[in-house]
Each structure stands twice: as C-alpha cells, then as structure tokens.
C-alpha cells in the first residue's frame, strides 16, 4: 500500500534524499522533470504543440526543465513565465536560463500577455507547498486556462490546489490529468478537491526509501497487493462449516432485490451457509431466484420484526431494502444486544441508528458500518466537506471501536486504529442502486471466512470495486447495473485464488 505524506513530510523526505544519497537538488529536479516527461510521452504520442505556463517557484523551475526537455525531443513548446513581481527561485532561475538556450519565454505582466497556441497547456505555477489561496495575476492566467480548450496536466498538483487542506476559495486550475511526484497527495483522494485533480498518476522520482520506510502515517492508498489472500486459501478436505455461517437481514415489500443482491455476492464470496432473514412477502422471489439460500420468514409480511435465533451465525449482514418501521428499529435494537459477533451495517440498518442515536453505543465491537454521504450526514452529522468527514469517521472508528467503511470514489475504510485506508478501484458507474448491497454480502462473507473485519472491510471494498472496473470493460459505466458486479465477481476471485496472482 501506498502511504500518503503530508507536505511537511514530503520536504522533509526531499532534503533526506538530497543528504543521503547524496543528489543536489537541482538534479533532483531534473530527475523528476524527467519522470515526468517519461511518463507524458507514453500518453501523448501525436506530439501537439504544447503550452507550458511556469510560476517563479520551485513548481515554475520543474515546468522549465519540462518545456526544455519536450523541446530536445522534437515537440513545439511555447513557454510562458507568471511575473508576480518576485525573484525566481534558484533551481527556477538555473532552469529558467537553461530554457533561454534553445527558446525563448513569454513574460506574463498581464493576464492578456498569455497568448495560448497549443493544444494541450502544461500547468507548473504553483506546487504542493501552496499555503494560500491564489489570487491577483496568477488567479488572472488560471482563469484563462481553466477557459481555454485545450487538456490541461498539472506538474505535481494543480496550481491552486492544497496539497493536504481543503481550501477552495482562490483560483484552481482544472486538470484533465495530473503527474505528482513519488505519491499521491491527500486532497487527491477527496471529492471537493479531487474534482480539480482529473486523472492522476502517480511517477517515481527516486526518493530514498528509507525514509519512507520510517515515516509515519495515518493514510493510505490500497493496491492489488494488498490483497490478503489467506481469505480465499482452500484445502482439498474444507467442508462448508469451514467457510462460515452469515446471516443476512434484509428486504421489505417493494425492496426485495436488495436482499438478492446481497445474499447472492455472499455466496459467491465464499461464503459456506448462507442463511437469510427476510419478510414473508419475499419467500417466493428468494427462494426461487436464489436456490442455494437458507429462507428463514419473518412473522410479519411486509417488513421485518424479530429474528429468532442468531447464535448459530458468525456474522450479520443487515440493511440492505431493510426499510424504517418502527418494530423493525426495535428489532436492531435487540439484535444489538443480544448478537456479540461482528456485523456488517448498512443502508436502512444505518437510517434506523440515525433516528435511535443511542443505538450506536450498543453495536458489537469490531463492527463494519458502511455509509455513503447521505447516510453519514444522518448518523454523524454534516461536515463542511471531505476531508472533515474523514477525520469524522477516523475519530468514530476509534472511540466506538468500529470500522467506517464511507463509500464514494476513492471509499475510505477506517479502522479502530486510527488508521485510513483509501481504495483505488472502481468507478462511477458504480453510482447506481445496489452496489452497496452487493458490498454488505461480500465483506459479510470474508468475515464469515475467518478475517478480521478490518482486513475484510479492505478487501471487500478492493474487490467490489475491481468488479466494477470489470463490468464496466464490457458494459460501460452508464449501463452497469449491481447485477453486472455479481457476474463479475467469480472471474476476480479466480484471479485472487490463482497461483501466479500477483
């Protein structure tokens, strides 16, 4: 997994390289402009003419050594440089002259000095270590690329944009791709901010490791390798036992598809026995739709009142079309209390502890709650923005000992540790009725199988985003349906089972 640094800690793992290699760090900056360049070159192969608009900072040297580099190879490069009335920087000023040698620089005094002639505009004015909002001349000239048609990429960050704060209110350029440097930066990862980011690639610049060996860090990106792949480890004499009982409650009149949908990415999760809780209004489509499910009735037709037996179960899957009737809250209410295994808490389950606040004190250590937005700003409250929310359910996870699985692009998990974990699958065409279902049953079925429920929380979000990027290889992401993710999800697991993965 990937940690993500702050920007104090990126410095201070710039200035351990430049000591420990030992680099100067100008050829630092040469090093990463040629990552950079490496990396631009693989994805831009027609060659346009590029427009490459430098700051008098750091950032601004990087663009220099870029705009050099493309022009050795061929490319026509119009290289603009941001007056601001300040002195370059030193390792600006060596790139700034080291451009002068082969082109020459369009000062901008004014925002209509900016002259944009090519097709695809390089943006290094400001880097990571921004530590205020951009306004005056330079909002000016992000204004204009922001209007201009052409793609924009962004050298490390996108002018504009804190690296690890949210701040919107100067002026950000809007990249349709941005190349950082060694790691992604935190805002990448959150929706208000991420939005200005585009695609993302993250290039490696040769920090020395050590360091980040050492560092320490609360934030983390997922991987494929992260992948724990014990879960799905089967011996030839396993028998179903062996893979663990999961109960799912789940499904109300009219919401029957979402007990489907998550009974039946259990079972195709691994799960042993899958039993599930269900209205009597859904007998008919459960047991005919899914064979290989336990049916156990609710005395009640509509929605569901009580649940019996519970302690043959290893975990609990509940939420999913579960709906809000008051005895149904009662029954929560209950299942808490009496049911001290892991469960797995989502949609209407987490609506009915939002209406019962109390209800989040009585929930079984260890617990997997998975809310989107929506469901978080009931349960937790609302948060100005993102990155709020994730230090929201990082202090929740602690204090209630649960794990906080907040669903969206890059779903952060967090644990009882303290810790985050960010995932790097999925897409949004996944942003579409019963995904989340889906998600309840598999990571019910990992922690059936034995895992921890942390390490099922990660997995499980990994996977079910792999499903998705899948579906959408064939149906594309306006058509995907949850459906799509469950005919998916055994061509993923074969993947994780197979001896050469990974």
């Not at 290039?203 to 490791?209: E, F, H, N, P, R």
């Not at 906080?404 to 897409?427: C, D, E, M, R, Y």
């Not at 279902?437 to 990992?446: K, R």
């Amino acid at each position: 997994m990937i940690k993500i640094l702050s920007v104090e800690q990126i410095r201070q793992w710039d200035l351990f390289t430049l000591k420990n290699e030992p680099i100067s760090a100008i050829d630092l900056m040469e090093r990463a402009s040629e990552a950079f360049v490496n990396l631009f070159l693989t994805k831009v192969t027609d060659r346009p003419p590029v427009d490459v608009v430098c700051g008098p900072g750091n950032n601004g040297g990087d663009g220099f050594a870029i705009a050099r580099l493309l022009k050795e190879r061929g490319l026509e490069v119009n290289c603009h440089l941001i007056d601001l009335g300040s002195t370059l920087s030193d390792d600006c000023e060596v790139n700034y002259r080291k451009f002068l040698k082969i082109g020459e620089v369009n000062i901008i005094k004014q925002s209509n000095d900016l002259k944009l002639s090519g097709s695809l505009i390089i943006d290094a004015v400001f880097g990571s270590g921004l530590n205020r909002p951009v306004t005056g001349l330079a909002a000016e000239v992000i204004h204009l690329i922001n209007q201009a048609k052409a793609k924009t990429i962004a050298v490390d960050v996108p002018s504009g944009l804190f690296a690890d704060q949210i701040n919107l209110s100067g002026k950000i350029i809007e990249a349709d791709w941005t190349i950082t440097f060694q790691v992604p930066k935190l805002s990448f990862l959150i929706p208000e901010s991420g939005y200005y980011v585009g695609q993302w690639s993250a290039v490696d610049i040769g920090l020395q490791a050590e360091f980040l060996e050492e560092v320490s860090s609360d934030y983390f990106l997922l991987e494929q390798q992260d992948i724990d792949r014990s879960i799905f480890n089967r011996k030839k004499f396993d028998h179903k036992g062996k893979y663990g009982r999961v109960l799912i409650v789940a499904g109300s009149l009219g919401k029957m598809g979402a007990a489907f949908l998550s009974a039946k990415a259990a079972l195709k999760s691994g799960a042993g026995l899958l039993t599930v809780h269900i209205p009597k209004a859904g007998y008919a489509p459960i047991q005919t739709s899914l064979p290989e499910a336990m049916v156990s009735l609710d005395a009640e037709h509509e929605f569901i009142s009580d649940i019996a037996k519970v302690d043959e179960f290893d975990v609990i899957g509940i939420g999913p079309g579960l709906g809000v009737h008051p005895k149904t809250g009662e029954m929560l209410k209950k299942l808490f209390t009496s049911f001290n295994r892991p469960m797995v808490i989502d949609a209407d389950a987490l609506n009915l502890i939002a209406l019962d606040k109390e209800l989040l004190n009585l929930i079984p250590k260890g617990s997997v709650l998975t809310p989107h937005v929506g469901e978080f700003n009931r349960l937790f409250g609302v948060c100005e923005d993102g990155l709020k929310r994730i230090e929201k359910i990082k202090l929740m996870a602690i204090e209630k000992q649960l794990v906080i699985v907040l669903k969206g692009a890059h779903s952060a998990i967090a644990t009882p540790k303290g810790q985050v974990f960010f995932n790097s699958t999925g897409n949004s065409g996944m942003a579409t009725a019963g995904c989340g279902d889906v998600l309840t049953g598999i990571i019910s079925a990992f922690i059936a199988q034995g895992a921890d429920t942390s390490t099922s929380a990660k997995v499980g979000v990994y996977i079910h985003g792999w499903a998705g990027d899948l579906a959408e290889n064939t149906v594309g992401k306006t058509a995907l349906m949850a459906s799509d993710l469950l005919c998916v999800l055994p061509e993923i697991i074969r993947n994780v089972e197979s001896i050469d993965f990974i």
